[in-house]
Protein backbone atom coordinates (compact mmCIF):
# COMPACT_ATOMS: atom_id res chain seq x y z
CA UNK A 1 0.00 0.00 0.00
CA UNK A 2 1.36 3.42 -1.05
CA UNK A 3 1.98 5.92 2.10
CA UNK A 4 1.58 10.00 1.10
CA UNK A 5 2.14 12.68 3.57
CA UNK A 6 -0.50 15.61 2.97
CA UNK A 7 0.76 18.94 5.12
CA UNK A 8 -2.36 20.95 5.75
CA UNK A 9 -1.47 24.42 5.00
CA UNK A 10 -4.27 25.22 7.74
CA UNK A 11 -1.64 25.62 10.57
CA UNK A 12 1.19 26.83 8.33
CA UNK A 13 2.48 30.02 8.81
CA UNK A 14 0.78 32.95 6.33
CA UNK A 15 3.16 35.24 6.73
CA UNK A 16 5.34 33.08 5.04
CA UNK A 17 3.40 30.63 3.08
CA UNK A 18 6.00 30.41 0.04
CA UNK A 19 8.59 29.58 2.33
CA UNK A 20 6.36 26.72 3.92
CA UNK A 21 5.22 25.36 0.71
CA UNK A 22 8.98 25.03 -0.34
CA UNK A 23 9.09 23.34 2.43
CA UNK A 24 6.61 20.94 1.33
CA UNK A 25 7.78 20.45 -1.84
CA UNK A 26 10.84 18.86 -0.84
CA UNK A 27 9.37 16.71 1.96
CA UNK A 28 5.89 15.98 1.80
CA UNK A 29 3.70 14.04 -0.75
CA UNK A 30 0.39 16.41 -1.76
CA UNK A 31 -0.26 19.83 0.20
CA UNK A 32 -4.10 19.77 1.69
CA UNK A 33 -5.89 22.79 0.91
CA UNK A 34 -8.72 23.28 4.01
CA UNK A 35 -11.53 25.45 2.17
CA UNK A 36 -14.60 26.29 4.77
CA UNK A 37 -16.98 28.96 4.35
CA UNK A 38 -18.55 29.16 8.01
CA UNK A 39 -22.10 27.73 6.85
CA UNK A 40 -21.16 24.07 6.29
CA UNK A 41 -18.43 24.30 8.97
CA UNK A 42 -18.41 26.84 12.46
CA UNK A 43 -15.18 28.18 10.63
CA UNK A 44 -13.60 30.28 7.79
CA UNK A 45 -10.52 29.78 5.96
CA UNK A 46 -9.65 30.75 2.61
CA UNK A 47 -10.49 30.48 -1.36
CA UNK A 48 -9.32 31.05 -4.75
CA UNK A 49 -6.97 34.13 -3.62
CA UNK A 50 -4.33 31.34 -1.72
CA UNK A 51 -5.33 28.31 -3.45
CA UNK A 52 -4.49 30.55 -6.92
CA UNK A 53 -0.92 32.01 -4.85
CA UNK A 54 0.15 28.31 -3.74
CA UNK A 55 -0.34 26.94 -7.41
CA UNK A 56 2.52 29.45 -8.10
CA UNK A 57 4.82 27.96 -5.81
CA UNK A 58 3.97 24.31 -5.40
CA UNK A 59 5.68 21.92 -7.29
CA UNK A 60 3.94 18.89 -5.65
CA UNK A 61 0.09 18.18 -6.23
CA UNK A 62 -2.82 20.21 -4.58
CA UNK A 63 -5.51 18.41 -2.86
CA UNK A 64 -8.29 20.62 -1.96
CA UNK A 65 -10.61 19.64 0.84
CA UNK A 66 -13.91 21.58 0.47
CA UNK A 67 -15.97 22.17 3.63
CA UNK A 68 -18.37 24.05 2.17
CA UNK A 69 -22.05 24.40 1.13
CA UNK A 70 -22.97 24.08 -2.98
CA UNK A 71 -19.73 22.09 -3.53
CA UNK A 72 -20.79 22.15 -7.04
CA UNK A 73 -21.29 25.84 -7.50
CA UNK A 74 -17.25 26.04 -7.19
CA UNK A 75 -14.70 22.60 -8.05
CA UNK A 76 -14.68 24.06 -11.72
CA UNK A 77 -12.94 27.15 -9.72
CA UNK A 78 -10.66 25.02 -8.06
CA UNK A 79 -9.51 22.78 -10.88
CA UNK A 80 -8.97 25.82 -12.78
CA UNK A 81 -6.55 26.98 -10.03
CA UNK A 82 -4.69 23.83 -10.88
CA UNK A 83 -5.44 21.69 -7.77
CA UNK A 84 -4.95 17.59 -8.86
CA UNK A 85 -7.02 15.62 -5.99
CA UNK A 86 -10.31 17.69 -4.93
CA UNK A 87 -12.71 16.78 -1.97
CA UNK A 88 -15.65 17.83 -0.93
CA UNK A 89 -18.34 16.40 1.70
CA UNK A 90 -21.10 14.13 1.08
CA UNK A 91 -23.05 16.13 3.59
CA UNK A 92 -23.06 19.25 1.61
CA UNK A 93 -23.53 17.28 -1.96
CA UNK A 94 -26.00 14.66 -1.08
CA UNK A 95 -27.81 12.89 -3.97
CA UNK A 96 -25.61 14.92 -5.86
CA UNK A 97 -22.69 13.09 -5.05
CA UNK A 98 -22.01 11.22 -8.12
CA UNK A 99 -22.51 13.55 -10.66
CA UNK A 100 -20.34 15.86 -8.83
CA UNK A 101 -17.56 12.99 -8.37
CA UNK A 102 -18.30 12.19 -12.30
CA UNK A 103 -17.86 15.79 -13.40
CA UNK A 104 -14.28 15.97 -11.51
CA UNK A 105 -12.70 13.17 -12.54
CA UNK A 106 -14.16 14.26 -16.49
CA UNK A 107 -11.10 16.90 -15.96
CA UNK A 108 -8.43 14.34 -14.91
CA UNK A 109 -8.87 15.86 -11.56
CA UNK A 110 -9.10 12.75 -8.79
CA UNK A 111 -12.11 12.98 -6.88
CA UNK A 112 -12.33 12.52 -3.52
CA UNK A 113 -16.16 12.78 -1.21
CA UNK A 114 -15.71 12.98 2.59
CA UNK A 115 -17.63 12.32 5.29
CA UNK A 116 -17.62 13.60 9.21
CA UNK A 117 -16.73 11.21 11.90
CA UNK A 118 -21.29 10.86 12.69
CA UNK A 119 -21.74 9.70 9.25
CA UNK A 120 -21.98 5.88 8.78
CA UNK A 121 -19.33 4.49 6.61
CA UNK A 122 -21.62 2.70 4.30
CA UNK A 123 -23.00 5.91 3.39
CA UNK A 124 -19.61 5.97 0.98
CA UNK A 125 -20.30 2.06 -0.52
CA UNK A 126 -22.62 3.45 -3.51
CA UNK A 127 -19.59 5.34 -4.75
CA UNK A 128 -17.13 2.90 -4.57
CA UNK A 129 -15.91 2.65 -8.28
CA UNK A 130 -16.91 6.10 -9.07
CA UNK A 131 -14.35 8.19 -6.61
CA UNK A 132 -10.78 8.10 -6.81
CA UNK A 133 -10.50 8.40 -2.99
CA UNK A 134 -12.53 8.93 0.33
CA UNK A 135 -11.53 11.26 2.68
CA UNK A 136 -12.51 9.88 6.41
CA UNK A 137 -12.53 12.75 9.12
CA UNK A 138 -10.87 11.66 12.27
CA UNK A 139 -12.25 14.61 13.80
CA UNK A 140 -15.38 16.97 13.20
CA UNK A 141 -13.95 19.10 10.16
CA UNK A 142 -13.51 23.01 10.90
CA UNK A 143 -10.42 23.16 13.18
CA UNK A 144 -7.01 22.28 12.94
CA UNK A 145 -5.48 20.73 16.37
CA UNK A 146 -8.58 18.59 17.67
CA UNK A 147 -8.30 15.21 18.95
CA UNK A 148 -7.99 12.27 17.34
CA UNK A 149 -11.35 10.16 17.33
CA UNK A 150 -10.06 6.62 17.62
CA UNK A 151 -13.34 4.60 15.83
CA UNK A 152 -12.10 6.13 12.74
CA UNK A 153 -8.76 3.22 12.52
CA UNK A 154 -12.37 0.71 12.63
CA UNK A 155 -13.94 2.64 10.33
CA UNK A 156 -11.56 3.39 7.71
CA UNK A 157 -10.85 -1.02 7.69
CA UNK A 158 -14.76 -1.32 7.69
CA UNK A 159 -14.77 1.27 4.40
CA UNK A 160 -10.90 -0.87 2.93
CA UNK A 161 -13.05 -4.23 3.79
CA UNK A 162 -15.59 -3.52 1.00
CA UNK A 163 -13.10 -2.06 -1.39
CA UNK A 164 -11.32 -4.89 -1.61
CA UNK A 165 -14.73 -7.05 -1.53
CA UNK A 166 -16.13 -5.63 -4.80
CA UNK A 167 -12.46 -5.27 -6.01
CA UNK A 168 -12.85 -1.93 -7.00
CA UNK A 169 -9.82 0.93 -6.86
CA UNK A 170 -10.21 3.42 -4.32
CA UNK A 171 -7.52 5.21 -1.85
CA UNK A 172 -8.50 6.33 1.63
CA UNK A 173 -7.03 9.17 2.89
CA UNK A 174 -7.63 10.18 6.92
CA UNK A 175 -7.86 13.51 7.74
CA UNK A 176 -7.66 15.26 11.25
CA UNK A 177 -5.27 14.81 14.72
CA UNK A 178 -2.68 12.11 12.64
CA UNK A 179 0.30 12.14 14.21
CA UNK A 180 3.26 9.26 14.90
CA UNK A 181 0.56 8.07 17.60
CA UNK A 182 -1.88 6.21 15.48
CA UNK A 183 -0.28 6.89 11.83
CA UNK A 184 0.79 2.87 11.87
CA UNK A 185 -2.84 1.36 12.78
CA UNK A 186 -4.13 3.84 10.24
CA UNK A 187 -1.71 2.50 7.87
CA UNK A 188 -2.40 -0.68 9.24
CA UNK A 189 -6.26 -0.63 8.31
CA UNK A 190 -5.78 0.94 5.38
CA UNK A 191 -5.55 4.40 4.94
CA UNK A 192 -2.83 5.25 1.91
CA UNK A 193 -2.74 9.39 2.24
CA UNK A 194 -2.68 11.26 5.70
CA UNK A 195 -3.66 14.65 6.39
CA UNK A 196 -1.36 16.40 9.09
CA UNK A 197 -1.67 20.08 10.68
CA UNK A 198 -0.48 20.42 13.81
CA UNK A 199 1.76 17.54 14.02
CA UNK A 200 3.72 18.99 11.21
CA UNK A 201 3.66 23.02 11.99
CA UNK A 202 3.39 23.22 15.31
CA UNK A 203 6.86 21.95 16.39
CA UNK A 204 8.66 24.51 13.91
CA UNK A 205 10.33 21.70 11.72
CA UNK A 206 7.82 20.44 9.20
CA UNK A 207 10.61 18.71 7.46
CA UNK A 208 11.64 16.72 10.56
CA UNK A 209 8.07 16.50 11.41
CA UNK A 210 7.00 14.69 8.10
CA UNK A 211 10.29 12.26 7.96
CA UNK A 212 8.68 10.94 11.46
CA UNK A 213 5.43 10.65 10.16
CA UNK A 214 7.10 8.51 7.38
CA UNK A 215 9.11 6.52 10.34
CA UNK A 216 6.28 6.03 12.19
CA UNK A 217 4.11 4.21 9.64
CA UNK A 218 6.41 1.54 8.75
CA UNK A 219 6.52 0.86 12.30
C1 LIG B 1 -10.08 20.06 9.69
C2 LIG B 1 -9.24 19.98 8.46
C3 LIG B 1 -7.94 19.33 8.64
C4 LIG B 1 -7.02 20.00 9.63
C5 LIG B 1 -6.11 18.94 10.16
O1 LIG B 1 -11.35 20.46 9.34
O2 LIG B 1 -9.92 19.26 7.44
O3 LIG B 1 -7.29 19.15 7.39
O4 LIG B 1 -6.27 21.03 9.08
O5 LIG B 1 -5.40 19.50 11.20
P1 LIG B 1 -4.81 18.61 12.37
O6 LIG B 1 -3.82 17.69 11.74
O7 LIG B 1 -4.19 19.64 13.25
O8 LIG B 1 -5.94 17.89 13.00
ZN1 LIG C 1 -8.76 18.72 5.53
Redesign the pocket.
Known sequence: MQLQIAP?I??ADFLNLGRDIRTLNSHADLI?L?VMDGVQ?PNLSFGFSVTDAVSKVASIPMDA?L?ICSPEKYTERFMDSGVKYLSFHYEAAGRGTRRLLESIRARGVKAGVAIDPDVSVSKLFPYIGTADFFLIMS?F??????KFIYDSIDRIAELRAEIVRRGAPGVIEV????STGNIAPLHEAGAEIF?????VFKGGDPASAIRALREAASK
Open positions: SLSHDVHMVAGFGGQDGGVVAGSS
